[in-house]
């Protein structure tokens, strides 16, 4: 029997070819690409937080990409596994917040038909 | 039929790159020479040591047996009162395992040489090695010990189970005697290393880290971290291929390479002996039997400090180890 191995949408190396973006419109993406440098600088946030940031973020946003990235960027920045699990429950439990707040929609809206 | 295929996956077999070190040194316009001054001579006791961790380039372990004769010991200390080496950095293996250990810091402090060595910290937890915290302090030897992070897990991942509890035990004893106590005394700097496929964060971060959380968790202090980028070679070279990380470090380490890192580059200012008296221009190089450049003298006791001052310089794919990011060298990060 042959197995196939179906083509992810996701491929872990086509994150080195993020600059093909810029074959098209390059001037968009260099401004792009030195916003982001620029933002991950050290500044009045160290690097470190900034990519504990990142981390949490690309979490929230659920892209593989930007977990693989960052993730390597808070070792690289000193972070250990406790920090950075705690960034990822910090975007998580935002997530959460965020769909049970709106239950109070929904009280509001059951509220508006009930005697 | 069977056909028999090249081994490309021995830990001998240099890493894979997109260009040479010698072709990107070129691209930059730089050459790699030795400068002026010879100031350390870097003795490699041997493999013999009480631990056996997983990224170590020399294959260190309990079970070794490759270690300095007293007979090439002596020829080191010849040539360190012969040329008056300003620094003799003493390594293995845990150096301190050879009968020689002693007899060479003793000799190059009587030779008027600033010694460091770099001592594992549970090696004075072996037998016949409970004094060594008094001996180092009787001949003021800067002890330089590797702690990859200030927890237990990261530590024994690298280091082996209860490592990183005998360190603390063992820089606790060492504080407790004057050393990494701070001001002028003795001093006891750590040497970080990543737990990984990745490079090291920057040196003033990272120290600060490690200085705050060893003070809080244990009580121990320290003088300075140093950061040390993981050579592809040897063992930590054996598990980037395991792990299938091979690619995606050497494309690291070969897109952080850093020309500003060249100027202080260790291979630079020293000299590094094998246990067997071979001469090699850095311990990584010895670890490939890389020798230094067949116009030299090969052996210790032939060394000749006006031959290796401006020397060229042999160099290898894992070079890109020490040229990437703030680089990397025996004394941490070399870009400040």
Redesign the interface.
């Known amino acids: 029997m042959e197995y196939v191995t179906a083509m992810s949408y996701y491929e872990e190396d086509d994150l080195q070819r993020f600059g093909e973006v810029g074959k098209h419109r390059p001037d968009l993406f260099e401004k792009f690409m030195a916003w982001y440098l620029a933002c991950q600088e050290d500044g009045a946030l160290s690097r470190r937080e900034k990519a504990l940031i990142g981390l949490a973020v690309a979490h929230a946003l659920q892209c593989p990409y930007c977990i693989d990235a960052f993730s390597q960027s808070c070792l690289e920045a000193g972070s250990n596994m406790e920090q950075m699990t705690e960034a990822i429950h910090m975007a998580s439990a935002l997530r959460g917040g965020a769909s049970l707040v709106h239950g109070v929609q929904a009280h509001n809206s059951v509220g508006k038909v009930s005697m | 039929m069977s056909q028999t295929l090249p081994v490309i996956n021995s830990p001998d077999t240099p890493p894979r790159v997109s260009a040479s070190f010698e072709q990107k040194l070129a691209g930059h316009g730089v050459e790699l020479r030795a400068a002026a001054v010879v100031e350390t001579l870097q003795v490699n006791l041997g493999k013999l040591c009480n631990q056996a961790c997983k990224h170590c380039h020399v294959d260190a372990s309990p079970r070794r047996t490759e270690i300095m004769t007293r007979e090439t010991a002596r020829e080191v200390i010849e040539t360190v009162r012969r040329f008056r080496f300003p620094i003799v950095d003493i390594t293995g293996g845990a150096p301190e395992l050879n009968p020689s250990f002693r007899y060479l810091v003793a000799e190059s402090r009587r030779a008027g040489a600033h010694v460091m060595v770099r001592h594992n910290l549970t090696v004075m937890f072996e037998p016949e090695q409970e004094d060594l915290p008094e001996f180092f302090r009787e001949h003021g030897v800067e002890v330089v010990s590797s702690l990859p992070?200030f927890?237990a897990e990261?530590t024994d991942a690298q280091r082996g189970g209860g490592v990183f509890q005998k360190s603390i035990e063992a820089m606790q004893r060492l504080n407790a005697i004057g050393y990494g106590v701070g001001g002028d005394g003795l001093k006891l700097n750590l040497v970080y290393n990543?737990v990984?496929a990745?490079?090291?964060?920057?040196q003033g971060?990272?120290e600060a880290?490690f200085k705050r959380e060893l003070r809080q968790r244990y009580g121990v202090t320290f003088d300075r971290l140093y950061t040390i980028t993981n050579m592809p070679i040897k063992r930590f070279l054996d598990y980037l291929r395991r792990s299938g990380n091979e690619e995606r470090y050497m494309?690291k380490l070969v897109e952080a390479f850093n020309p500003a890192a060249i100027e202080g580059l260790m291979c630079r200012s020293l000299v590094s002996v094998d246990w067997t008296g071979r001469l090699y221009d850095c311990d990584f190089n010895q670890m490939l039997d890389l020798g230094v450049a067949p116009e030299l003298p090969q052996s210790i006791a032939d060394f000749d400090p006006e031959k290796f001052a401006r020397r060229r310089i042999i160099t290898d794919a894992h070079c890109f180890g020490c040229t990437a990011g703030a680089g990397s060298s025996c004394g941490g990060a070399v870009v400040k």
């Not at chain 2, 990745?198 to 920057?202: I, Q, R, S």
């Open positions: 992070y927890l990261q990543p990984g990745f490079l090291p964060p920057p971060s990272i880290d494309r």
